[in-house]
């Protein structure tokens, strides 16, 4: 039997839950498909993942720094309402991709509107929180040549190209 290691093709179900026991995020029926050591998935759920196998099945608790790590208020800033041209109805909870000085892009995410501004927050929406997944593993494989070049898994819950 295989088990989860370096270019092993892993799908998996999940649910992931905050400290609260909120559902934020599932896999609805449609495993994940991830690439293990490639940086396909946070680093302490493939952490917790390594040496398992189909049919196991784990609660895996990741603290911040390693799945979207902590919350920075450095990364909330206030930003003139000129910046968002051609965008008449900001709202909060809006997104948008922004550019550093650096030229990086990132995503923002609007917390605040007023006349003049707009505050935006590059956090991750999960930043500085624990998360709890409930996971079954659903099957292990030896990667493709391909699938490792690639970085990532082809076919079901993978990419499709």
């Keep these: 039997m295989t088990t989860i290691a370096n270019d092993t093709a892993v799908l998996f179900n999940y649910t992931l839950k905050d400290d609260d026991g909120n559902v934020l995020d599932q896999s609805q029926g449609e495993p994940l498909a ?3 050591g490639h940086n396909n998935i946070i680093p302490g759920l493939e952490r917790e993942l390594a040496g398992k196998s189909a049919g196991e099945k ?3 608790v990741i603290e911040p720094a390693d799945a979207y790590g902590e919350y920075h208020d450095q990364a909330v800033q206030s930003v003139p309402r000129t910046n968002f041209q051609g965008v008449d109805n900001i709202e909060p909870g809006m997104q ?3 550019q550093t000085e650096d030229g990086q892009v990132m ?3 609007v917390k605040d509107v007023t006349d003049d501004t707009v505050t935006v927050d590059a ?3 999960l930043a500085g929180k ?3 997944f409930d996971v079954e593993i659903v099957e292990v494989r030896g990667a493709t040549e ?6 990532h898994v082809h076919g079901q819950g993978g990419v499709q190209h």
């Design 34 to 36: 991830y690439l293990h």
């Design 58 to 60: 784990l609660i895996a």
């Design 96 to 98: 948008f991709q922004s």
């Design 107 to 109: 995503l923002v995410t």
């Design 123 to 125: 956090n991750h929406p």
């Design 130 to 132: 624990r998360l709890t």
């Design 146 to 151: 391909d699938e490792i070049n690639h970085g």
